[in-house]
C-alpha cells in the first residue's frame, strides 16, 4: 500500500505543480465549481423536457437518484471509513502543495466525490440517451475527466482518489442505466 502511496503523491506533484500554466490557473479552478457546470446540465434538463415531455421527468428521477446514491456512498461510507487527507492538509505534502483555491476543505479526499458525481452523470446520460446525443455523448466522459483533473490540479484531490471516484460513479451509473432502459416505458430514451 505504501508503494502505492508514493506513486500517488508523485502524480499529484506532477499534476499539481510540473503541469503548472497560466490557461488552467484561470480554466481548472472554475471547471470545478458548480456556477460553471449547472447552466450547462440546466439547458440539457430544458432540452429533454421540451422534447420527450413526461418521460423527461422519469428518467430525471432516476439520474437524481444515482447522482445522489452515488454521493452519499462517497461521503458517508468511503470517506467515513477510509480518512485520507486531502493533499493541502496532508503533512507529508506541507509547503509542497499549490492550492488554487481559497480554501482546502475540512473534509476527507479518498474518493473525490466531485469525480463520481460527473462521472455517474456522464455514464448514465451515455447509456440512456446516446441515440439522442450521437458521438457528442462521448464529450461527456471529457467533461467528467477534466472535473477530476481539475480536483488534482487545484490541490485538493490524489489521482488515486479521482480514479477510484470516476470508477465508482461509472459502476453505479451503469447499473441505475440498465435498470432505466429496462423499462419499456422509457424506450424512447434507448441507446
Request: proline share 4%.
Amino acid at each position: 500500500m505504501e508503494k502505492l502511496g508514493q506513486l500517488d503523491r508523485w502524480l499529484f506533484k506532477l499534476i499539481n505543480s510540473a503541469g503548472e500554466n497560466a490557461f488552467f490557473d484561470w480554466l481548472l479552478p472554475l471547471w470545478r465549481t458548480p456556477t460553471f457546470w449547472i447552466p450547462a446540465y440546466l439547458v440539457l434538463l430544458v432540452a429533454l423536457l421540451y422534447r420527450f415531455r413526461q418521460k423527461a421527468g422519469w428518467w430525471i428521477f432516476f439520474l437524481f437518484t444515482t447522482v445522489g446514491l452515488v454521493d452519499l456512498i462517497g461521503n458517508q461510507l468511503i470517506k467515513q471509513t477510509i480518512q485520507r487527507l486531502r493533499p493541502c492538509n496532508d503533512p507529508l505534502l506541507a509547503g509542497e502543495v499549490l492550492l488554487r483555491i481559497p480554501a482546502c476543505g475540512t473534509g476527507f479526499s479518498f474518493i473525490s466525490n466531485h469525480a463520481a458525481n460527473h462521472f455517474a452523470i456522464a455514464t448514465f446520460m451515455f447509456l440512456t440517451l446516446g441515440k439522442w446525443l450521437g458521438k457528442t455523448s462521448y464529450l461527456l466522459f471529457l467533461w467528467a475527466f477534466l472535473v477530476g483533473y481539475a480536483q488534482i490540479y487545484v490541490g485538493v484531490h490524489y489521482p488515486g482518489d479521482v480514479l477510484v471516484g470516476s470508477l465508482v460513479g461509472t459502476a453505479l451509473a451503469a447499473l441505475f442505466a440498465n435498470q432505466f432502459n429496462k423499462q419499456p416505458r422509457f424506450a424512447i430514451f434507448g441507446s
